[in-house]
């Protein structure tokens, strides 16, 4: 049977304007590698904890020492808990609270002679990490955008360098699937 490879819109929720992604993932990808996917496609650095729902159900790595019912992620691959046009939540950053809708946009055949994962399109840097979610976001936002802002020169200085919310590649980003996924 040939492979499978789902067409995943990823979506930030929150912020805008929109950051998102569209890459492709073959549906054998456990939730663990496809948290990797998500991390390298949206630009996190994978600093925090993650969870999945799905249709109800949590997924995620389990610690026994926090006593959260959730499913082991290591042990469900895409392909068995969702489908072509099936809709989905992943969390990144339960301080920040970081929101993503991932929807399967279609389920394809894979190349024989491509490489998966693959990133499509998509739009907006994502993000810096602990910037203190959407509305952190927004004030960084607000606070580059307006020299006179009072939080201006520190937020420079946060960012330790340049920061374009309007930058994406997704070239680059397709060369950080297939080196770290």
């Given at each position: 049977?040939p492979r499978q490879?789902?067409?995943l819109?990823v979506?930030?929720?929150?912020?805008?304007?929109?950051?998102?992604?569209?890459v492709?993932?073959?549906?054998?990808?456990?939730?663990d590698?496809?948290?990797r996917?998500?991390?390298?496609?949206?630009g996190?650095?994978?600093c925090?904890?993650?969870?999945?729902?799905i249709?109800?159900?949590?997924?995620?790595?389990?610690?026994p020492?926090?006593?959260?019912?959730?499913?082991?992620?290591?042990?469900?691959?895409?392909?068995?808990v969702?489908?072509k046009?099936?809709?989905f939540?992943?969390?990144?950053?339960?301080?920040?609270?970081?929101?993503?809708?991932?929807?399967?946009?279609d389920?394809?055949i894979?190349d024989p002679d491509?490489w998966?994962p693959?990133?499509?399109d998509?739009?907006?840097?994502?993000?810096?990490?602990?910037?203190?979610?959407?509305?952190?976001?927004?004030l960084?936002?607000?606070?580059?955008a307006?020299?006179?802002?009072?939080?201006?020169?520190?937020?420079?200085d946060?960012?330790?360098?340049?920061f374009?919310?309007?930058?994406?590649?997704?070239?680059r980003?397709?060369?950080?699937?297939?080196?770290f996924?």
């Amino acid at each position: 049977m040939p492979r499978q490879v789902f067409q995943l819109r990823v979506s930030l929720n929150g912020v805008r304007p929109p950051v998102w992604r569209r890459v492709l993932v073959p549906g054998g990808y456990t939730l663990d590698r496809l948290h990797r996917v998500v991390q390298h496609a949206m630009g996190w650095r994978d600093c925090h904890l993650h969870s999945f729902e799905i249709d109800g159900v949590q997924y995620g790595a389990p610690d026994p020492d926090d006593g959260l019912a959730v499913r082991d992620e290591l042990d469900t691959r895409l392909d068995t808990v969702v489908g072509k046009g099936g809709r989905f939540h992943y969390t990144y950053d339960f301080g920040d609270w970081w929101e993503h809708e991932l929807v399967v946009e279609d389920m394809l055949i894979a190349d024989p002679d491509g490489w998966y994962p693959a990133c499509l399109d998509g739009e907006r840097a994502c993000p810096p990490e602990n910037v203190g979610g959407p509305a952190g976001y927004r004030l960084l936002l607000d606070a580059l955008a307006d020299p006179a802002h009072p939080e201006h020169d520190a937020m420079r200085d946060w960012l330790g360098g340049t920061f374009d919310p309007s930058a994406f590649d997704a070239g680059r980003t397709g060369t950080l699937l297939r080196r770290f996924c």
